[in-house]
């Protein structure tokens, strides 16, 4: 197989991590016979820095000409004091919009040697492993006015759905939670939203046509407690954008680190976009230290969504999780067993087992 992909380093741990995520493609187009034809492309405070904004006309160009997108993280503190256009950050809601990548799929996979890592209690998450379906492209953080008013006294921000935006990404809900347990929970706040009286509406409509799915409705706040006290509950997760936003970041915690989750950002019938859930960990960034995990795992979702390689990324979903039972980690995992390794390591332990 022959793909071309544009690579975003963006950022801090950007390029460390996905320098190791490069050497992992490789090894599987060496193992499995498949040519990756990799090109570079500007994000973030790097684009900022070279050609004066965070999102360049050439990489929404070359990402649209890709079979797929692999983006490190961006921003860091150099350019926290900038205008709001010249923010790093900008440049990712920008690729999200120009993609239009509707989907965002986040698994959350505890590992038993890493329960430790977690300040949850091990019988709470034991066994947890689970998938947020993020609707990324409506909502609260697009919708249109958002603004100060009457001298700054007012403030309005505008929550926005269409419902072909809500019936697509309750689909892609549907299609995802047939392909793991066939239990799907809707996380939505019907009580209170005009927008969660709708979504809950057209969940139910489609439920009709994916009759062997189990469909639970949860308030997002019900939702936020029971994801620390009972993870196991759940499988696949739907919801909308800024509620996915806060409870993927919540469910992180069962996995011990940030460093541990990929995503997958998915749009109707173009280019897929695969990247950390984590940021660019500018504290950390050059030492060599940072956990490749969620690049490599991110890697590997687009191996399974993009170019339906399910063979080369079950070899490296299953190179990390023997790596990690066997001790092996990186230092932000605070496990008191194992040996901790540094980011070049850590992907050679990974690359072993493919
Ligand atoms: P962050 O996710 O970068 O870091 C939070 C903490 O987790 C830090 O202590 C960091 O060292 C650690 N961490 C994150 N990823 C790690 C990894 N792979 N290995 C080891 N440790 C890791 O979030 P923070 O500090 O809030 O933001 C830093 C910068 O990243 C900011 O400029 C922020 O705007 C940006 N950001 C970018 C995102 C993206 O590119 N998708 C998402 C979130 C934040
Ligand atoms: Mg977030």
């Not at 990799?38 to 965070?54: K, N, R, S, V």
């Not at 749009?267 to 500018?282: N, Q």
């Given at each position: 197989m022959d793909k071309q992909i544009l690579i975003l380093r963006g950022d801090g741990i950007g390029p460390e991590i996905m320098d190791q995520a490069i050497r992992v493609l490789q090894t599987i187009g060496d193992t499995f016979g498949h040519?990756?034809?990799?090109?570079?492309?500007?994000?973030?405070?790097?684009?900022?820095?070279?050609?004066?904004?965070?999102?360049?006309?050439?990489t929404i160009e070359k990402a649209k000409s890709s079979d797929a997108v692999l983006l490190g993280a961006v921003g860091g503190p150099k350019w926290d004091q900038n205008p709001?256009?010249?923010?790093?950050?900008?440049?990712?809601?920008?690729?999200?919009?120009?993609?239009?990548?509707?989907?965002?799929?986040?698994?959350?996979?505890?590992?038993?040697?890493?329960?430790?890592?977690?300040?949850?209690?091990?019988?709470?998450?034991?066994?947890?492993?689970?998938?947020?379906?993020?609707?990324?492209?409506?909502?609260?953080?697009?919708?249109?006015?958002?603004?100060?008013?009457?001298?700054?006294?007012?403030?309005?921000?505008?929550?926005?759905?269409?419902?072909?935006?809500?019936?697509?990404i309750i689909k892609k809900a549907f299609e995802s939670a047939q392909l793991r347990s066939k239990k799907l929970t809707s996380v939505d706040k019907a009580n209170v939203l005009e927008s969660s009286k709708?979504?809950?509406?057209?969940?139910?409509?489609?439920?009709?046509?994916?009759?062997?799915?189990?469909?639970?409705?949860?308030?997002?706040?019900?939702?936020?407690?029971?994801?620390?006290?009972?993870?196991?509950?759940?499988?696949?997760?739907?919801?909308?954008?800024?509620?996915?936003?806060?409870?993927?970041?919540?469910?992180?915690?069962?996995?011990?680190?940030?460093?541990?989750?990929?995503?997958?950002?998915?749009?109707?019938?173009?280019?897929?976009?695969?990247?950390?859930?984590?940021?660019?960990?500018?504290?950390?960034?050059?030492?060599?230290i940072a956990n490749p995990i969620a690049m490599i795992l991110s890697t590997a979702m687009m191996l399974r969504h993009s170019f339906h390689l399910d063979a080369e990324a079950t070899a490296i979903e299953c190179a990390v999780e023997q790596a990690i039972n066997n001790g092996y980690h990186t230092k932000d995992l605070q496990v008191s067993i194992g040996t901790c390794l540094s980011t070049t390591d850590m992907t050679n332990q990974i690359i072993k087992h493919i």
């Open positions: 040519s990756f034809h990799l090109t570079d492309g500007l994000i973030g405070g790097a684009a900022i820095d070279e050609a004066g904004t965070p999102l360049p006309e050439a709001s256009d010249l923010r790093p950050e900008r440049g990712l809601l920008g690729i999200r919009k120009a993609l239009d990548l509707y989907a965002n799929l986040r698994p959350v996979k505890g590992f038993k040697t890493l329960t430790d890592a977690s300040p949850l209690k091990r019988e709470v998450i034991e066994g947890s492993d689970l998938l947020i379906v993020r609707e990324l492209t409506g909502g609260l953080y697009f919708g249109r006015p958002s603004e100060r008013r009457e001298d700054g006294h007012v403030v309005v921000d505008t929550l926005h759905y269409t419902k072909t935006e809500m019936t697509r709708m979504w809950r509406e057209i969940v139910e409509e489609e439920s009709k046509n994916y009759p062997d799915v189990t469909v639970e409705h949860v308030l997002v706040d019900a939702c936020a407690m029971k994801l620390i006290t009972s993870p196991t509950a759940f499988d696949t997760i739907v919801t909308e954008n800024m509620f996915g936003d806060i409870l993927s970041d919540e469910a992180s915690v069962l996995t011990g680190s940030l460093g541990m989750l990929p995503s997958a950002s998915l749009s109707e019938s173009g280019v897929g976009l695969y990247e950390p859930a984590h940021g660019s960990a500018p504290d950390i960034a050059g030492e060599n």
